[in-house]
């Protein structure tokens, strides 16, 4: 049973990058052909997919962020990772990552961690 | 960007009672090659990520209680709960993923009456 758990820093000041990283276990994250993805929820709001990541390394982006973020993927720590570069108080949200098959799309999720973007 | 609309906002159901939600794509999500919708519907309880119910439309993920369907095809599509129970109360969401970026509606918060 594949599991993600989403770690990093709880609060970030405006204008720096919000780093997360997404530990995959139960199953390598080389297995299969999947994207791993991260999707965002500001509280009391909708689900607002940032992008991801393959594991040959491709990535696909949300037009609205791409500018400020990146996913990549370190297949030799079975971790994949988020940086989003310059953030505001709208940053602020639970961050999941996720699975993605071609099939079942979003079929596997981390917990979610909050990140408050805060002075 | 496909934009997807959900009606209604919420909706309050009795125990054992049809509650059904409607979402609205602005372009199809039918693949023609494949005949298939690439449509997913996720419940979200309070402090807890969204557990993915229905994909294809209306293929049950594994271990989705069959109380949950889904239909539809092209641009509009239905989750109906057939039965409703008490464990069934959270949000629900549909999503494309006809392309990229993926969107979400805007959610259905289903409460028992």
């Known amino acids: 049973q594949v599991q993600l758990q989403e770690s990093g820093p709880g609060l970030v000041k405006p204008s720096q990058t919000l780093s997360l990283t997404c530990t995959v276990s139960?199953?390598?994250?080389?297995?299969?052909?999947?994207?791993w993805s991260w999707i965002r929820q500001p509280a009391g709001k909708e689900l607002e997919w940032i992008g991801r990541?393959?594991?040959?390394?491709?990535?696909n982006y949300n037009p609205s962020l791409k500018s400020r973020v990146t996913i990549s993927i370190d297949t030799s720590k079975n971790q994949f990772s988020l940086d989003l570069t310059s953030v505001t108080a709208a940053d602020t949200a639970v961050y999941y990552c996720?699975?993605?098959?071609?099939?079942?799309?979003?079929?596997?999720w981390g917990q979610g961690t909050l990140v408050t973007v805060s002075s | 960007d496909i934009v997807m609309t959900q009606s209604p906002d919420s909706l309050a159901v009795s125990l054992g009672e049809r509650a059904t939600i409607n979402c609205k794509s602005s372009q199809s999500v039918l693949y023609n090659s494949n005949n298939k919708n690439y449509l997913a519907w996720y419940q979200q309880k309070p402090g807890q990520p969204p557990k993915l119910l229905i994909y294809?439309?209306?293929t049950r993920e594994s271990g989705v209680p069959d109380r949950f369907s889904g239909g539809g095809s092209g641009t509009d599509f239905t989750l109906t709960i057939s039965s409703l129970q008490a464990a069934d109360v959270g949000v629900y969401f549909c999503q494309h993923y006809y392309g990229t970026p993926r969107t979400f509606g805007q959610g259905t918060k289903v409460e028992i009456k």
């Open positions: 294809w439309a209306s």
């Open positions: 139960g199953g390598s994250i080389s297995g299969g052909s999947y994207y």
């Open positions: 990541v393959h594991t040959t390394g491709s990535s």
């Open positions: 996720a699975r993605e098959s071609a099939v079942t799309t979003l079929d596997c």
